[in-house]
């Protein structure tokens, strides 16, 4: 049986006799590495406590506000440190990446993988890393963002349009990014298909890219999560999806961000999946939809 991704209230487990300090976060597994070699010696000594700070803030943070039943979101960051001025303000890049179980097995799917080159915040050694639900922070911002889109998809991949609630908050944040001026990297003034954190955020509220959502639903919930008890019948519907992915590219006006991080996220998955399928015609799919990675499609279909 396949299960669902359940999160139950707060307030329904206080009904049940739960107390509030027996619910704790249980959303994300993070994994965080830094890398600060750029950077003078009194600077990397002041940031040698920021990978644990940084594991401490997403780990311990309640982002849905709900308890939280199955397998945890697996998060990666890795934070490489390019700059630092004499008053604790440090400029980075950020890749970020989170992973999807899949059922009934112990291997996860890749549902996210950015790199993003406009992180500048201020911090001190053992600074704690605090939540402000008012306003857009430097240091904490730019992760709640993307803890709040790798929750929102993992919620999207068990149920259709599943992550709007989460996608909202996301947005919100970006929201209040756009009007702060000592921040960068929220522009929404970018070419069409090339990546920027507020084209994501907005084809993820948006209901005229609901297709691509209905996509990450279909591929993971009816697709992928199959491919443990047959195999052959999941590779033939992941193959129906991605048709559907297709025509929906076909119907969109201009390039979208959205399809181009899944296929960033995804595109090893597929040629792995469809080694030795005996379509290939899936091949010419995954090409149109994903051109940048062609060379490596082309290898798994001459396996």
Known sequence: ???????????????????????????IDATVSVNYEQLP?????????????????VENTRWTGENWEGPKIKMNFAVIFTGASGD???STRLVVGSQRHINNSEKTSPMVKILDD???????RNQPFVQDP????????LIDFYVYVAIGLDFDSYAYLGGASTYEKAWTL????????????????????????????????????????????????????LTTSNKQA??????TYIGDLVVAKDKLVQPSVLLRVMSDAKYMEFAELFAGYTDPVIWRKLIYLDPGHQSTFEQARDR
Do not use: C
């Open 1 to 27: 049986m396949i299960r669902f991704r359940i999160a139950v209230s707060a307030a329904a487990m206080l009904l049940l006799g739960v107390t509030s300090q027996s619910l704790r976060a249980q959303e």
């Open 174 to 225: 970006a929201q209040r990014a756009q009007i702060r001026t000592d921040v960068d990297g929220w522009k929404t003034d970018v070419t069409p298909g090339t990546f920027s954190k507020y084209g994501l955020i907005r084809e993820l509220t948006e209901m005229r890219f609901a297709p691509l959502r209905r996509f990450i639903y279909n591929y993971h919930y009816n697709g992928l999560d």
């Open 88 to 90: 604790g303000m440090y």
């Open 118 to 124: 406009s992180w500048s915040f201020s911090y001190t």
């Open 41 to 57: 010696i009194a600077s990397q000594q002041e940031l040698s406590t920021f990978a644990d700070d940084l594991k401490r803030y």
């Open 234 to 239: 999941a590779l033939d519907s992941i193959n």
């Open 134 to 141: 008012t306003r857009y922070d430097p240091l904490t911002g």
